[in-house]
């Protein structure tokens, strides 16, 4: 009653909502004419609800199951206790043992985030550190703001501190094999020329928000060196990757239930790579359906929304996209699609492109592609995704989702296609893996005969002018081989890492993996050669995931289908940028390529 009180009390003072610009003059005077009646359907509905609520209440609170979590309830803090003291316990011992004592670091991160988890139910001391780190960090920025009042004497100041931090650390460290500094200056440069080229094609110069920009180049760069630098990063995402190696080992083994032991070994896409697929989408239904994956993902869309100044539904599809893919993120802001501005659609269209999803990323690892390479490459292209965007594209409407964050549930609204329990989300999850298995083998079966189709008659053509095997891929590699040069590759590799990238924009990154892993002379490149291609297929920025985009989004949200076609080829171009930045900066950073292991090994 009182928030319909309160609500009645804002619309005679004339408060609008934040959606009230997208209602017509006509729906806003029906409403007010209907809103004594709709108050009074909507008492009666609360009375019913609290009703219905009241008699659930008294059927749970009887029964095991009922006393079961009343308990819990009122014993919350045995059960934290329990839990402090066994993880604790887990940690020690590994401390203690001398054949353990070497691999404390993930353990030490583990324990450290459960504790900490644990903690919080208690106390309010998560949020008192991150009111205390803001409170610190608007102190410095007061500080910068009183020292240099002038908003472009910042950014310049901010630019400076980033292109020195950056080349600091690129050209102070000595030379190895892998990576010498004439190597470094070069993709450098190559960084150089992709922003300077994307701020000359930008709709907008002055209107770009350089604090996003400077902001996430940064950001890309200090991941890379947390990853290729530094042992902590190595560790981190080694683990993580042997994870995911581990995953397919799981995959196989329904594999050889359904066929044999010695089929789910052989190295086939149809038996190695899409059950890995169906796997994974099915697991990560279950988080799903316990708010994992949603809790992940609005922290790391809460980080980025905060260091970076985007707006909420850019922040929310920029961190979910390396995780569930274009549609599934996209899913994530559906309330919002319809909205969103030019800019918006055009960085959400732009992380999709600039990354992979979670379940092709396991079937690259599936293939034998170091699983280390890709995940850093999916997570430094988060930063790179916005910053290029805002770079191509800058925010000069007023958005809707500016200031707030919005993550739908688990991407069902309806109540009756809910799933009840965590074994039906999982059945749901298997379901659509199935579909998205069978949609990477059909996209690869008809793209791959459609280019071969056209390859065919080029080379027929070309035949007539004494040109040898026209094709798309060989006009495209020689468009390339500068972009080749500019990433640092060794120079007697440059067509060969040319023509991959061209496979992947024409056909898809998946046959340029295939040719990667498999055919001469790809597999024979040097270390630093395959790591470079390695990065720089790691997008979906190719022709086939333009109907993707435009299917999907256009579907959430018809009434910006116009928008939507009209920049997602600015999206794919951006996006292909924001790829190959975390490439070179991938090259400026790395300094040992013997202990980051440049191809990985399907698990067994």
Same mark, same amino acid.
């Given at each position: ?81 329990f839990w402090g003291l066994f993880f604790t316990s887990w940690w020690l011992s590994i401390i203690i043992q001398d054949k353990h004592r070497h691999k404390w670091l993930i353990p030490t991160i583990l ?156 190295g086939m896409f149809f038996f190695t790579v899409l059950p890995a697929v169906i796997f994974f989408v099915s697991f990560v239904h279950i988080w799903f359906y316990f708010g994992v994956m949603q809790w ?45 501005? !030019?800019? +918006? $659609? ?7 492109? =600039? /990354?992979?999803?979670?379940? %092709? &990323?396991? @079937? ?39 200031? !707030?964050? +919005? $993550? ?7 109540? =009756? /296609?809910?799933?009840?329990? %965590? &074994?039906? @989300? ?162 400026m950073v790395i300094h040992d390529l013997s202990n980051f292991s440049v191809t990985g090994t399907t698990s067994n």
């Amino acid at each position: 009653m009182s928030s319909i009180k309160s609500l009645r009390e804002r619309n005679e003072l004339g408060y609008a909502n934040p959606l009230h610009d997208y209602v017509s003059a006509n729906e806003v005077n029906l409403v007010h004419d209907h809103s004594h009646s709709a108050e009074d359907s909507l008492e009666k509905n609360h009375e019913h609800v609290k009703e219905t609520t009241d008699e659930e209440s008294k059927a749970q609170s009887t029964g095991i199951v009922g006393k079961a979590r009343g308990l819990l309830r009122r014993n919350k803090w045995v059960w934290g206790l329990f839990w402090g003291l066994f993880f604790t316990s887990w940690w020690l011992s590994i401390i203690i043992q001398d054949k353990h004592r070497h691999k404390w670091l993930i353990p030490t991160i583990l324990w450290g985030c459960i504790m900490l988890r644990i903690i919080s139910w208690y106390s309010p001391i998560l949020y008192w550190i991150f009111h205390k780190a803001q409170k610190v960090w608007y102190f410095g920025s007061d500080f910068i703001y009183k020292c240099i009042p002038n908003h472009n004497h910042r950014m310049a100041v901010g630019a400076l501190i980033t292109i020195a931090t950056m080349m600091v650390a690129t050209f102070v460290p000595t030379e190895t094999q892998y990576s010498k500094r004439s190597d470094r200056a070069i993709s450098f440069f190559g960084v150089c020329v992709a922003l300077f080229g994307l701020w000359a094609t930008s709709v907008n110069r002055a209107a770009v928000r350089w604090q996003t920009v400077i902001g996430g180049m940064l950001m890309q760069y200090i991941i890379a060196l947390f990853v290729l630098r530094t042992k902590a990063g190595y560790d981190i995402f080694n683990f993580i990757s042997t994870l995911a190696r581990e995953l397919l080992g799981f995959a196989k083994d329904g594999v050889a239930f359904v066929t044999n032991t010695e089929v789910s070994q052989l190295g086939m896409f149809f038996f190695t790579v899409l059950p890995a697929v169906i796997f994974f989408v099915s697991f990560v239904h279950i988080w799903f359906y316990f708010g994992v994956m949603q809790w992940a993902v609005g922290k790391f869309a809460y980080f980025f929304y905060w260091t970076l100044r985007v707006s909420g539904a850019e922040a929310v599809n920029a961190a979910a996209a390396p995780f569930i893919g274009i549609g599934e993120s996209a899913i994530l802001i559906k309330n919002l699609l319809p909205y969103l501005t !030019k800019a +918006e $659609i055009h960085q959400i269209m732009c992380s999709g492109f =600039a /990354t992979i999803s979670g379940s %092709v &990323l396991v @079937a690259y690892i599936g293939l034998g592609v170091n699983p280390q390479a890709l995940v850093s490459s999916c997570v430094m292209s988060i930063p790179a995704s916005l910053a290029v965007s805002k770079l191509r594209y800058p925010e000069t409407e007023h958005s809707v989702s500016a200031g !707030k964050m +919005e $993550i739908l549930g688990n991407g069902e609204e309806d109540e =009756a /296609t809910r799933p009840r329990n %965590v &074994l039906q @989300a999982f059945s749901n999850g298997a379901t659509l893996g199935l579909i998205i298995a069978a949609t990477i083998m059909t996209q690869c079966l008809c793209i791959i005969g459609l280019v071969a189709l056209i390859n065919s008659l080029l080379t027929w053509f070309g035949n007539f002018w004494n040109i040898k095997n026209l094709t798309l891929e060989l006009m495209a590699s020689y468009l390339l081989y500068p972009v080749a040069w500019l990433l640092g590759a060794p120079k007697d590799e440059l067509l060969l890492i040319s023509q991959l990238m061209a496979t992947k924009i024409i056909q898809n990154e998946f046959n340029g993996y295939l040719m990667l892993m498999n055919d001469e002379p790809y597999t024979s490149m040097s270390k630093r050669g395959l790591m470079i291609a390695t990065y720089s297929l790691c997008g979906f920025a190719n022709f086939g995931s333009v109907g993707t985009q435009v299917g999907v989004l256009g579907t959430l949200a018809p009434t910006k289908l116009k928008e939507i076609a009209e920049l997602v080829m600015s999206a794919l171009f951006t996006g292909a940028i924001s790829t190959l930045l975390s490439t070179a900066v991938a090259s400026m950073v790395i300094h040992d390529l013997s202990n980051f292991s440049v191809t990985g090994t399907t698990s067994n």
